[in-house]
């Protein structure tokens, strides 16, 4: 069983790396962000499209719902990839509860990198594929090279929302690390994509 938790900030390419290691090691990974877009019109859509498009956290209560629902999933019983969650402690707290962590693998980037990574981020609505218009692009514009779908800008990748993300992030989410000082490593993410994907690797072994 391993349980690992993915942390960084918005645009560290923590979900690029989060999907690639659960593919290694045939294990779901579970983003609370892909979560959260990937629920069915309704009040529920509502209430967190308003947080989300604003670049507010969704309250911790709604989040630990539907991460436990989630993780009892039988394809989480040989472990999981957990990416976007927890984002403050009380998340981390409630997550004790829930399921046993065995490693935290951070990745830094600076607050500038971010800025500009985020600023020229395309994805897929359909298979989650994540593309940087600039160091990422993909083969045909605007086209997913993986279902042909058309991409999309987040709604939430806006100047005023990354902003404000990013001061959340290093608030409320960097200090998680501290309580998973012991089972923790950190990546520095300015470096190619598969060059960062086997430090993770390594240290997951
Ligand atoms: P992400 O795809 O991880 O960048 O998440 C997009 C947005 O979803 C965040 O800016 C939050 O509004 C919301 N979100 C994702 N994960 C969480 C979480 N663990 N707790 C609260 N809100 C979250």
């Known amino acids: 069983m391993t349980n690992i938790i993915f942390i960084g900030p918005q645009g560290s390419g923590k979900g690029t790396q989060a999907k690639i290691l659960a593919e290694k090691l045939n294990i779901p990974h579970i983003s609370t962000?892909?979560?959260?877009r990937g629920l069915t019109k309704g009040p529920l859509k509502e209430e967190v499209d308003a947080n989300i498009n604003q670049g507010k956290l969704v309250p911790d209560e709604l989040t630990v719902k539907i991460l436990k629902q989630r993780i009892s999933n039988p394809d989480c019983k040989k472990g999981f990839i957990l990416d976007g969650f927890?984002?403050?402690l009380d998340q981390a707290k409630l997550l004790d509860n829930i399921a046993k962590i065995d490693k935290v693998i951070e990745i830094n980037i600076s607050d500038k990198l971010a800025i500009e990574r985020i600023s020229s981020r395309i994805s897929c609505k359909?298979?989650?594929?994540?593309?940087?218009?600039?160091?990422?692009?993909?083969?045909?514009?605007?086209?997913c090279d993986q279902c042909q779908n058309e991409?999309?800008?987040r709604a939430d990748d806006n100047p005023e929302a990354i902003k404000k993300r990013l001061e959340t992030y290093h608030k409320e989410?960097?200090?998680i690390l501290k309580k998973?000082?012991?089972?923790?490593?950190s990546i520095d993410g300015n470096q190619e994509i598969n060059k960062i994907a086997e430090q993770i690797l390594e240290k997951t072994r």
Do not use: M, W
């Open 126 to 143: 359909k298979c989650g594929a994540v593309y940087n218009t600039i160091t990422n692009p993909p083969n045909k514009e605007n086209i």
């Open 180 to 185: 998973y000082q012991s089972i923790l490593d």
């Open 33 to 36: 962000g892909d979560l959260f």
């Open 173 to 175: 989410t960097k200090p």
């Open 151 to 153: 991409l999309y800008r």
């Open 86 to 88: 927890p984002r403050n």
